[in-house]
């Protein structure tokens, strides 16, 4: 199986690196909910961040991302400030940005501690 990296390149599945978040969130561009999966680093794959049609979906083994985004490709990840949602962050890569809206404050900055200690390379515990 293949996946779309966020560069557009082909590369294939890899369902290797600890997961360290999971959980439905939205996307701000479609405002729809998407299960969301935090990868860290792996012998095989950098860390990233996954996204997928539902739980049971990437469950399915065999399903591939909606879309991948390697943290180490992000030269910015900070919160978003949108006016009509409170809790917004968003990643920026050379060619796009994407924007993941929250639920609540607190869950927000739990997944923007992870992201940026992911995109520098520490260690989650």
């Avoid at 990437?58 to 879309?67: Q, Y």
């Avoid at 409170?86 to 739990?110: G, P, Q, S």
Wanted: charged share 35%; glycine share 4%.
């Amino acid at each position: 199986m293949f996946r779309m990296s966020s560069s557009r390149e082909v590369v294939p599945r890899v369902d290797t690196g600890e997961i360290i978040k999971q959980g439905y969130l939205k996307k701000l561009k479609t405002m729809r909910k998407k299960y969301f999966v935090l990868r860290g680093d792996s012998a095989e794959a950098s860390a990233r961040l996954e996204y997928y049609e539902s739980e049971k979906k990437w469950k399915t083994s065999t399903c591939n991302p909606k879309r991948t985004i390697t943290l180490k490709n992000c030269f910015n990840i900070n919160k978003k400030l949108d006016t009509r949602h409170k809790w917004v962050i968003a990643l920026y890569t050379r060619n796009d940005k994407f924007c993941i809206v929250f639920d609540n404050e607190e869950e927000m900055e739990d997944w923007l501690q992870a992201l940026l200690a992911l995109q520098q390379g520490e260690k989650i515990e």
